[in-house]
């Protein structure tokens, strides 16, 4: 029997059946949820629907969350690298905090650890010299087709801005349900900056953004739904 498990909301892709485990911290034991109980160092399911209890050893879950973390922590620090000198436009922050704030909103709604390496990556293709091939070599097939998702494919010969942004958003449209929300998450942080910072472009950006929510539906339900409110009530309200 195959099974589909969440750790501290990561998905974690086994099969056909959803399991939740709500670990918050190393303190396993005293953070299940009501729907397990540890008995002699085993995870048991209590209610599988299926009539069948799952066992799943602390050390599996202990070695998951290891292993998440070991990921998050190379692509944090690839991306860090990457993006050395670049800053944000209307801050001049480091750019890294952009997909430091990406990451966060990801980690907030069920994911994988691998859409947490792409969050971290995600503008590394686009905006630097690092190449997709680089990246799949680097962290796997699962974290390169995010990112190539992510990465806008127009360029300025292709034609005016709407010509433009057509083709970016026809490849959106593309990508995967996890690739889509990673992009919503982009969204969600680039609203905020350019609706505080430069109401003139925010006017045209937000029908860019309408258009492109179209073709991400598939997303994170609710952080669609973010998205689409952000077009219509004031950021932050």
């Known amino acids: 029997m195959h099974f589909s498990?969440?750790?501290?909301?990561?998905?974690v892709q086994c099969g056909d059946m959803a399991l939740i485990i709500a670990i918050y911290n190393a303190r396993i034991r005293d953070l299940l949820s009501s729907e397990f109980e540890l008995r002699h160092g085993n995870l048991i399911l209590?209610?599988?629907?299926?009539?069948?209890?799952?066992?799943?050893?602390?050390?599996?879950?202990?070695?998951?969350?290891?292993?998440?973390?070991?990921?998050?922590?190379?692509?944090?620090?690839f991306a860090t690298d990457a993006h050395a000198g670049a800053v944000r436009?209307?801050?001049g922050e480091a750019y890294i905090t952009h997909p430091a704030a990406v990451v966060e909103i990801i980690r907030g709604v069920?994911?994988?650890?691998?859409?947490?390496a792409a969050g971290w990556l995600h503008d590394v293709v686009e905006d630097t010299d690092v190449?997709?091939?680089?990246?799949?070599?680097?962290?796997?097939?699962?974290?390169?087709?995010?990112?190539e998702g992510m990465t806008d494919i127009s360029k300025l010969e292709d034609?005016?801005?709407?010509?433009?942004k057509e083709l970016d958003r026809s490849h959106s449209a593309?990508?995967?349900?996890?690739?889509?929300?990673?992009?919503?998450?982009?969204?969600?942080?680039?609203?905020?900056?350019?609706?505080?910072h430069d109401a003139t472009f925010y006017a045209v950006y937000k029908r860019e953004k309408a258009l492109l929510l179209d073709v991400l539906v598939e997303g994170d339900a609710s952080l669609w739904e973010r998205a689409v409110k952000q077009l219509t009530e004031p950021v932050g309200a």
Request: proline share 3%.
């Open 174 to 196: 593309r990508a995967t349900p996890k690739g889509k929300t990673i992009k919503i998450a982009d969204l969600l942080h680039n609203t905020e900056s350019i609706a505080l």
């Open 46 to 77: 209590l209610t599988s629907g299926h009539g069948v209890p799952l066992y799943l050893s602390e050390r599996d879950v202990v070695r998951f969350i290891a292993d998440s973390q070991v990921l998050e922590e190379k692509a944090k620090q």
């Open 89 to 91: 436009k209307y801050t």
């Open 131 to 147: 190449t997709l091939e680089q990246i799949i070599s680097t962290f796997g097939a699962m974290v390169g087709v995010l990112v």
């Open 159 to 164: 034609g005016n801005r709407a010509v433009r």
């Open 5 to 11: 498990i969440h750790i501290n909301n990561t998905l």
């Open 110 to 116: 069920p994911h994988t650890k691998e859409q947490i």
